[in-house]
């Protein structure tokens, strides 16, 4: 299942899907994003978080600050250290939710 989430990272709201794996958790999580400007959406071609998700992880997929469907300004302006927080972020975000083991949790990019 793949719901439709949201985190703050630097003052922004990011934006992305959480994908759920089937049976009870906590699961191991991973946080998956394309490389610098690339959005979620980079992954439909691929569609590497299902496979995660199919493996039991739950996966978060998201668009970096500035970028998709983030927010932040100047759009599209691709800062490395923001984007670093983000991750940073992100892996905070999973680290709550009751479904997932925080003690597992792994990054996965572009």
């Known amino acids: 299942m793949k719901q439709d989430v949201e985190f703050t990272s630097e003052g922004a709201t990011l934006r992305g899907w959480l994908y759920v794996p ?3 958790g906590p699961h191991p999580a991973v946080v998956v994003t394309g490389g610098f400007g690339g959005v979620k959406e980079v992954f439909r071609h691929h569609d ?3 496979v995660f998700a199919e493996a039991g992880f739950m996966v978060l997929n998201y668009d970096h600050i500035n970028c998709g469907t983030s927010d932040g300004l100047p759009r599209r302006e691709l800062d490395p250290v923001k984007q670093q927080r983000g991750y940073k972020d992100a892996i905070t975000f999973l680290a ?6 925080a003690e597992r949790i792994g990054i996965w990019g572009t």
């Open 48 to 50: 590497y978080p299902q």
């Open 22 to 24: 089937d049976g009870d």
């Open 96 to 101: 709550g939710h009751p479904d997932v083991d």
